[in-house]
């Protein structure tokens, strides 16, 4: 029987890439997507060995329909692993931050995550006696776990929670000998800003200190996407992750995670302050 996977958020980006890569690899996919239709068109595209899965990550009362499902089709072999992709970013300055939002960030990037791990546990070998061997989870992190930058606060504080949630699962659940990894892009394009409902274009901030910082941003993040690297150093991550005898416990993709611990937060501020721009202390 073929290896069983399930990823959160499919319908596009890392998500989607991933399926394709582990159904080509001889995995079966079971992917969440918010709607039928999208469902629909991921698996007309990636074929019978993927799945859909119709459920929001904190819609937590369809969890336990998906975890049957893919139960009926698993049995007692149960799933290689779960990769935790599903996430949002906000954009805006923490003063005028509708709390609404900051809410919803940490409800889908943190809770979410923590919610559909709980109800794949079983699955993944978290239990007594176990007939099968042990899954992997690999959680779907960020350069922003480790750095916070100006106006990407909320997404920052979500990354550093979910870094703080993944050791927790990764020293708690060697209990089960489960495995856990964080991967930690930096600049990959992929439609994560597309989907965020208040993006950094948007002008509620015009009439704030703000505005030029948030005016800025949007070019910044351009200029980042300009030279992203391409997805495929993700896909590859979240391979190792999943089949490599002795994963890593991180995957930081970025040169920047590391130069954050050598550099003082003083010269840290510097560096970003200027990139940005428009947050030059006020006279």
Known sequence: MKKTVVITGVSTGFGYAAAKELIARGYHVFGSVRKESDGQRVQTELGQSFTPLLFDVTDHQALPAAVEQVRAFVGDNGIAGLINNAGVAHTGPLMHLPLSEFRQVFEINVVGVLAVTQAFLPLLGGRRNCPHAPGRIINMSSISGGTTFPMLATYAVSKH???????????????????????????????????????????????????????????????????????????????DALEASSPKTRYPLV?????????????????MLKTIGGLERLQ
């Open 161 to 239: 929670a979910l870094e703080a949630l993944t050791d927790g699962m990764r020293r708690e659940l060697n209990l089960y000998g489960i495995k856990v990894s964080a991967i930690e892009p930096g600049s990959i394009k992929t439609p994560i800003w597309d989907k965020s409902p208040k993006s950094a274009q948007d002008h509620r901030y015009d009439g704030t200190d703000y505005a030029q910082a948030m005016q800025n941003l949007v070019g910044v993040v351009d200029r980042e996407l300009e030279k992203a690297k391409p997805i495929s150093v993700v896909i590859n991550a979240i391979v």
């Open 255 to 271: 040169g920047l995670w590391h130069l954050r611990k050598v550099l003082p937060d003083r010269v840290l501020d510097g560096i």
